[in-house]
């Protein structure tokens, strides 16, 4: 018995096979793609919803950096229990009105940081830095340097 034409049959098959399963798997790859695409463009449609509906940037996180002293503090009854904080949050510079002498976050001295996060990677197309008047406050920076990480 000759074995030969079942071999070459079983090799015809099973390229036609892994003909079949590269077009499968280049199928769904796109498929991932296609759906990745969406995905991001979905979430980046709810952030900008959330962020325009709300006073803040939602799920962005304000911190005062490591060289950053920040003026006042916890006010705390007897040294012990914490009653209020004195000044607004480093996340004060988020939010999303007009800018007023009380709506600053202070610090001491001529230098600070703030690290903003955002809830994920989006791409930066503007940045507004919003200041208050210099003849309201003559104490505020008047310089701004931003970096993107």
């Known amino acids: 018995m000759d074995s030969t034409p079942v071999n070459e049959e079983c090799c015809h098959r099973m390229k036609h ?8 798997e280049q199928a769904l790859r ?4 296609r759906k990745t695409t969406l995905s991001l463009k979905n979430m980046h449609m709810e952030f900008v919803q959330e962020q325009t509906e709300s006073g803040h940037v939602e799920g962005a996180l304000a911190v005062a950096g490591k060289n950053t002293t920040e003026w006042g503090g916890n006010i705390a009854m007897w040294g012990i229990l914490p009653m209020w904080r ?3 949050p480093p996340d004060t510079v988020l939010k999303l009105q007009r800018p007023t002498p009380s709506d600053c976050w202070p610090f001491r001295g001529s230098y600070g940081e703030i690290i903003i996060e955002m809830p994920e990677s989006l791409p930066i197309a503007k940045l507004s830095v919003e200041h208050i008047r210099p003849d309201t406050a003559l104490s505020a920076p ?8």
């Open 142 to 149: 008047k310089h701004f340097i931003v970096f993107v990480s």
């Open 86 to 88: 004195a000044a607004p």
């Open 17 to 24: 096979l892994a003909l079949a399963l590269n077009r499968a």
């Open 30 to 33: 796109a498929l991932r793609h």
